[in-house]
């Protein structure tokens, strides 16, 4: 799968944008070069795609005697057949066709590949991560939102919308998966329940103290963290039931609070999907956690087939 030793990554992001050189090193792992860092332009296109055009000069002529003929793209926002991003929220940008514009203005360039930063995360994992060792897996990351990617036979899948964006029911209304059960929605949710101003690590802390210390936590606290995580763990065992994956991998900001609720998650996912012929649910933490999207990048851009 992996063809170019060196591709060109671009990093996307609502807030950061990043430009680097990534190589695979001797064992086969990816190691950055060279990237350069800017907050991302909002609102123009045109003034996007300047700013990006910008940082790969900067980057040639910082590292002259390294060649790419690839780039991968890192997007924060809805892709269309790996090539325009359809809408960028954050950015308030809709119809950016950065592909075709990277590859008229760089002609040896044979080709530029984009993707969901989630989608790339998930396919960085599958190849060189945490669930390297596989061959089906699903990256799901939870911080201030709810993205996920799905990897078949080493392969990514691409979906229109990310898992976060899927409906459920809650309290009678029908609401996006990430509404309650992000990090920010486990704040929300602690608001619901008579909590105000109460983060999710306020929540995550009052539970770690009460199992350390063996005390019962204070009723709408156990309300909201049983919620957010039965809520959580019903998302995890319908990916296990609809794709019988080998690994989900775990990532985000939440996950700084892996060892107050990991168990719970697993022992109720594990539940729901318990009367099923499954391969058990297997956790694990991501690799590129902090690094996912270069990384997430680089590795679609490994991954173009000419």
């Not at 049983?226 to 065992?237: M, Q, R, S, V």
């Not at 729901?272 to 012929?277: E, I, L, M, R, V």
Request: charged fraction near 20%; charge should be negative; include cysteine.
């Amino acid at each position: 799968m992996i063809k170019p030793s060196v591709t060109l990554a671009i990093d996307l992001g609502a807030t950061n944008l990043r430009v680097g050189l990534v190589k695979i090193d001797e064992k086969g792992m990816p190691f950055v070069v060279d990237v350069i860092r800017d907050s991302s332009a909002k609102d123009n296109p045109t003034v996007l795609y300047h700013e990006i055009t910008t940082m790969i000069d900067q980057i040639i002529h910082r590292n002259p005697t390294i060649k790419f003929t690839h780039i991968g793209v890192s997007l924060c926002g809805l892709v269309e057949n790996g090539r325009t991003a359809t809408k960028l929220p954050n950015l308030h940008i809709e119809h950016f066709e950065l592909a075709d514009w990277l590859e008229r203005d760089y002609p040896g360039v044979i080709k530029v590949l984009c993707a969901n930063d989630a989608n790339c995360a998930a396919l960085s994992e599958a190849i060189f991560g945490s669930a390297s060792d596989v061959n089906d897996s699903y990256y799901i990351t939870v911080s201030s939102g709810i993205g996920g990617g799905y990897v078949y036979q080493k392969q990514l899948i691409n979906t229109t919308l990310e898992i976060g964006h899927c409906v459920r029911e809650f309290e009678g209304k029908l609401v996006e998966q990430e509404q309650y059960l992000s990090g920010n929605g486990l704040a929300r949710l602690a608001a619901y329940n008579g909590l105000e101003n109460m983060k999710a690590a306020d929540i995550f802390n009052a539970v770690r103290e009460s199992k350390r210390n063996n005390t019962p936590l204070e009723p709408k606290i156990k309300k909201t963290y049983e919620d957010w995580y039965k809520g959580l763990g019903l998302l995890i065992a319908n990916l296990q039931l609809e794709f019988n994956l080998d690994k989900i991998v775990l990532a985000g900001g939440v996950m700084k609070s892996s060892d107050v609720f990991m168990d719970d998650l697993f022992h109720v996912a594990s539940a729901f999907a318990a009367n099923y012929p499954l391969k058990p649910i297997r956790f694990v933490l991501a690799k590129f956690d902090q690094d996912s999207g270069l990384v997430g990048a680089a590795t679609v851009g490994f991954s173009i087939k000419d």
